[in-house]
């Protein structure tokens, strides 16, 4: 069946960089316009989409963060790597992957449209 | 702020019907590609429609969803004390800003 399981560290401090990897069963990460996702939620907010992963290397991020945002795969290891520099008291949140089964792409700019499949989440704190 | 817009809360009593919209534009919610989560407290979000009026195997058939013109609904009927959740859209943005996610809809089953 299809896994997503997020890990990485649960405390960061300010102006650190947050390094957080999904790792993924029962699907492909090379199968085209499936995409592997990064959605946050701080407490008591909505979800936010940061970016994402799809088709063979193609990434997408969200406008207000895509300058401190990087998405990698390593499809042999079947992970996604989510990099976060300049972290803020903000960011605060829990991190999910999720996983979007196909893309739609309409003038250059190609956006999953559905998550069927979510991981747990990790909570993240940024504190000094 | 996010480019999706849904009311904040909504309430109903059990065996009723409610609807939560979602209100963008004819750049996001116009492609019909909008899609639905329910997320019960602490729990992870799930999937309940996509494509504006699809349900995932295993949903429920007293959630449905549909649209009007750039507002995307989603009708819950036979309301029960277990749909007591926070309701969340998104849906494909044809523009760069890709914040689309709407604020959240906080249903209380009185």
Partial sequence: ?128 | QSVLTQPAFVSGSPGQSITISCTGTSTDVGYNLVSWYQQRPGEVPKLIIYEVVKRPSGVSSRFSGSKSGNTALLTISGLQAEDEADYYCFSFAARSTLEVFGGGTKLTVL
């Fill in chain 1, 1 to 128: 069946q299809v896994t997503l399981k997020e890990s990485g560290p649960v405390l960061v401090k300010p102006t650190e960089t947050l390094t957080l990897t999904c790792t993924v069963s029962g699907f492909s990460l090379s199968h085209p316009r499936v995409g592997v996702n990064w959605i946050r939620q701080a407490p008591g907010k909505a979800l936010e989409w940061l970016g994402y992963t799809f088709s063979t290397d193609e990434k997408s991020y969200s406008a207000s963060l895509k300058n401190r945002l990087t998405i990698s795969k390593d499809t042999s290891n079947n992970q996604v790597v989510l990099r976060m520099t300049n972290m803020d008291p903000a960011d605060t949140a829990t991190y999910f992957c999720a996983r979007s089964p196909t893309s739609y792409c309409s003038t250059g700019v190609c956006s999953p449209y559905y998550f069927d499949y979510w991981g747990r989440g990790v909570l993240v704190t940024v504190s000094s």
